[in-house]
């Protein structure tokens, strides 16, 4: 099987459990190419736990839900070494999964929020001085609420710019809401999986070889610079924002069947990649950044 023929596979199977959402499905497949992490910012009940389920029966890997509380501890998550028969031995936390469900993230402490740092840049865990490789390939998808900030934790920067995209889920279509009345998407849940977790880690090798043409390296550090000096922003684009944009275009290039990246993949991926690791201003929320980096997009267009 190509790598085309894997990822339509894969948003395949997952999109007949997520109904009438083709644009998330392929964004949450985008970051799992790309070895990213998903960060989803939606009401209650639009299928983002789900989106996580389907992701991880599709790749044949383990699933883990982790339900964020303002009194879950670090241990909770990373495990933590105890009095076993006599010895201390490690148990590890949920967060030893391929695919990890961080549910309502920003309703647990900062403390708790860093526990997962290490975990989503370097793929390990260290408890008490030992370091543990988590599952490959590991996956988080967190979910936070942006119309209720009662009793809530706003995610630091640091802990946002771990996720390679954030998007949010939206309500689905009449006639694909109506199929998951229907009982379609229950169906679809019982379907095995179409990928082993030994595919996705070739899929990510193939991303890696995606050519990327200097014209397009130099748009993004336009874009990066043009970030830095915006008026409507009071912090522009980091290096590491610039590189995570690449290397979600050339998951995007795969995606369509590419071993290169074209303009478009930069272009449709700006917005989920960039807008949550910016600052702006005023205090417009997050469509304010959505908007700059779209304003951005626009003049750099128009100089070209």
């Not at 005023?282 to 626009?298: F, K, N, Q, V």
């Amino acid at each position: 099987m190509t790598p085309a023929e894997a990822v339509a596979a894969l948003t395949g199977r997952v999109s007949r459990q997520v109904r009438g959402k083709k644009e998330v499905v392929e964004l949450a497949a985008i970051c799992v190419l790309a070895g990213g992490h998903l960060l989803l910012e939606d009401v209650p009940g639009v299928g983002k736990t789900t989106l996580a389920h389907a992701l991880a029966q599709a790749i044949g890997g383990t699933f883990r839900r982790i339900q964020f509380t303002s009194d879950l501890l670090p241990a909770d998550i990373v495990g933590f070494v105890g009095l076993d028969a006599g010895r201390m031995q490690f148990r590890p936390g949920p967060i030893f999964a391929n695919v990890v469900l961080a549910d309502e993230i920003n309703r647990t402490t900062p403390r708790t929020q860093s526990a997962l740092l290490e975990a989503m840049n370097e793929g390990t865990v260290s408890v008490d001085g030992t370091t543990h490789a988590l599952a490959q390939p590991f996956f988080v998808v967190a979910t936070q609420n942006p119309h209720e900030y009662h009793g809530t934790w706003p995610l630091p920067d640091s802990q946002l710019d771990r996720f390679l995209i954030r998007t949010a889920m939206g309500y689905p279509d009449r006639e694909a809401e109506r199929e998951v009345l229907q009982g379609a998407a229950r169906l679809a849940s019982g379907e095995g999986a179409v990928l082993q977790p030994a595919d996705v880690l070739e899929l990510r090798a193939a991303v890696d070889k995606v050519r990327i043409h200097a014209d397009i390296e130099d748009a993004v550090l336009d874009l990066a610079a043009a970030s830095r000096c915006a008026g409507s922003l009071a912090r522009g684009v980091s290096t590491r924002g610039a590189e995570a944009l690449l290397r979600a275009a050339r998951a995007r290039a795969v995606l369509r069947g590419r071993d290169f990246a074209i303009p478009e993949d930069v272009l449709a991926l700006a917005v989920p990649v960039l807008a949550h690791r910016v600052l702006v201003r005023a205090e417009s929320g997050p469509e304010g950044a959505a908007s700059a980096i779209r304003e951005l997009l626009t003049s750099l267009r128009a100089v070209a």
